[in-house]
């Protein structure tokens, strides 16, 4: 399994698992699927922003992406990032995610990101064990923020601090 930046080419394997995670998933509170086009439109922005876009790439079969992006508008915000992390359905338990989320750590820390943050919905147990075995831990819990499929779901953060940089006045 080869981890690298996603290209426009990816575009439309990203927007099957995209789509499949807001089809049957909570764990993006979109409703509402897009197309190739839509995700390469993201991909161009969050990448020309310089943030990461990952995909873990076997033998030419996109297993799944990763990304990371602002967590606040804020100008304080600036060391702290929110990722998200998206395994093929059909692909999961292979130990792709932990690997996406390794290499995310690890651009993290070189592009002088402070502290990684995850939201997660609180029921999604595959999600919560991903990030606690990376070493996050449950820093807040919100209840009842979101909704989906007819029922209030509850936003639980996890954070990882990482090793660098000293703080900035
Ligand atoms: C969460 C997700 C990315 C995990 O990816 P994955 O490739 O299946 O995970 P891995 O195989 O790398 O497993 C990572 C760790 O999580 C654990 N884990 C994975 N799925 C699990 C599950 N369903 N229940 C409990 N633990 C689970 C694994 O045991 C492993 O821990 P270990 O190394 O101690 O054994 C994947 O389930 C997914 O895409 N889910 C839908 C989208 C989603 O929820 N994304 C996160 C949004 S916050």
Redesign the pocket.
């Known amino acids: 399994m080869d981890i690298r930046q996603a290209s426009a080419a990816d575009a439309g394997a990203i927007a099957e698992i995209y789509n499949d995670?807001v089809l049957n998933?909570t764990?993006i509170w979109n409703d509402h699927v897009t197309d190739a086009a839509g995700r390469a439109a993201w991909m161009a922005e969050r990448q020309g922003a310089g943030y990461p876009v990952l995909v873990a790439d076997e033998d030419g079969t996109v297993l799944?992406y990763a990304t990371y992006g602002p967590f606040r508008p804020h100008d304080g915000y600036r060391h702290t990032a929110e990722l998200?992390?998206?395994?093929r359905s059909d692909l999961?338990?292979?130990?792709?995610?932990?690997r996406l989320l390794e290499r995310l750590a690890a651009l993290a820390e070189e592009s002088g990101i402070h502290v990684l943050v995850?939201?997660?919905e609180a029921g999604?147990?595959?999600?919560l064990?991903?990030h606690r075995?990376h070493g996050f831990e449950e820093t807040g819990r919100l209840p009842q923020v979101g909704t989906k499929f007819g029922r209030w779901l509850d936003l639980v953060f996890m954070t990882r601090v990482l090793a660098g940089p000293e703080a900035q006045g």
Request: net charge positive.
């Open positions: 995670a998933t764990a799944g998200s992390i998206y395994v999961r338990g292979r130990g792709t995610g932990s995850g939201g997660i999604n147990a595959a999600s064990a991903l075995r």
